[in-house]
């Protein structure tokens, strides 16, 4: 085994996310400190990208506010994130959605995916 690999493992702290993938609708929510007061703060968007590995791991999430396209990176170890919620999974052929910077409106909407329990 590699040793950077080993230390990232050794640091990183194992939290539970659920399952997610580029254009599923997801609610992040972390935490923000401003001077000595800390709040939790939701980011509710689309995941547009997950890129890295171990500990370099990070998710892109997408959200339009008031018309202007906003948004995030998170990495999977940030200890300000206290929580994911994972809303809708989305219907895309792709792994990197950077399309949709360019569309506006009803063509910048994600697919439902449906699963059919049998």
């Given at each position: 085994?590699d040793?950077?690999?080993?230390?990232?493992?050794?640091?990183?702290?194992?939290?539970?996310?659920?399952?997610?993938?580029?254009?599923?609708?997801?609610?992040?929510?972390?935490?923000?400190?401003?001077?000595?007061?800390?709040?939790?703060?939701?980011?509710?968007?689309?995941?547009?990208?997950?890129?890295?590995?171990?500990?370099?791991?990070?998710?892109?999430?997408?959200?339009?506010?008031?018309?202007?396209?906003?948004?995030?990176?998170?990495?999977?170890?940030?200890?300000?994130?206290?929580?994911?919620?994972?809303?809708?999974?989305?219907?895309?052929?792709?792994?990197?959605?950077?399309?949709?910077?360019?569309?506006?409106?009803k063509?910048?909407?994600?697919?439902?995916?449906?699963?059919?329990?049998s």
């Amino acid at each position: 085994m590699d040793a950077i690999k080993f230390v990232q493992e050794q640091l990183a702290q194992k939290k539970d996310y659920p399952a997610f993938r580029p254009g599923d609708n997801i609610v992040v929510n972390y935490r923000i400190v401003e001077g000595n007061k800390e709040r939790i703060q939701a980011f509710r968007g689309d995941v547009i990208q997950i890129k890295g590995e171990g500990a370099t791991k990070t998710f892109t999430v997408r959200k339009m506010s008031n018309g202007v396209g906003v948004e995030r990176i998170f990495p999977f170890t940030s200890p300000n994130i206290v929580d994911i919620q994972l809303l809708k999974r989305g219907k895309v052929r792709r792994s990197r959605l950077f399309y949709l910077r360019g569309l506006v409106g009803k063509k910048a909407r994600i697919q439902e995916r449906k699963f059919i329990k049998s």
